[in-house]
């Protein structure tokens, strides 16, 4: 399952990277950045660099563990949703020879 989170997180990584490294998203950070005042300015390019420092720094692996989640997400939800079903179909009851002996029955 790692293997197939750490295929899936390298995909989305390198397609987050392409659409965000387009002319036009640049162009529009840009342009934010003309309605703020100019202490704003900074304050707002500064925070962008450091946003950018931390999302090369970690945002692979952050990608990769929330897919790992959403995997064992999904595994947990199917095994209870089987063993519910196993158990109202009858297949997860105790036999009766056993029961009897344990003495509830």
Known sequence: MSRLANFLARII????????????????QNRSWGWMSEPAQLRAQRSLRRQN????KYGLRLIQ??????????VLSVTAYLAIN???A?????P?????????G
């Not at 420092?53 to 090369?56: K, L």
């Not at 009858?90 to 105790?94: A, D, N, Q």
């Open 13 to 28: 990584w390198f397609w987050t990277l392409w659409f965000v490294r387009r002319p036009f998203i640049r162009r529009t």
């Open 53 to 56: 420092r931390f999302a090369r």
């Open 65 to 74: 563990f929330t897919i790992t989640l959403l995997f064992a997400s999904m």
């Open 86 to 88: 196993l158990y109202d």
């Open 90 to 94: 009858g297949f997860l009851s105790v």
């Open 96 to 104: 009766d020879d056993i029961r009897h002996r344990m003495g509830d």
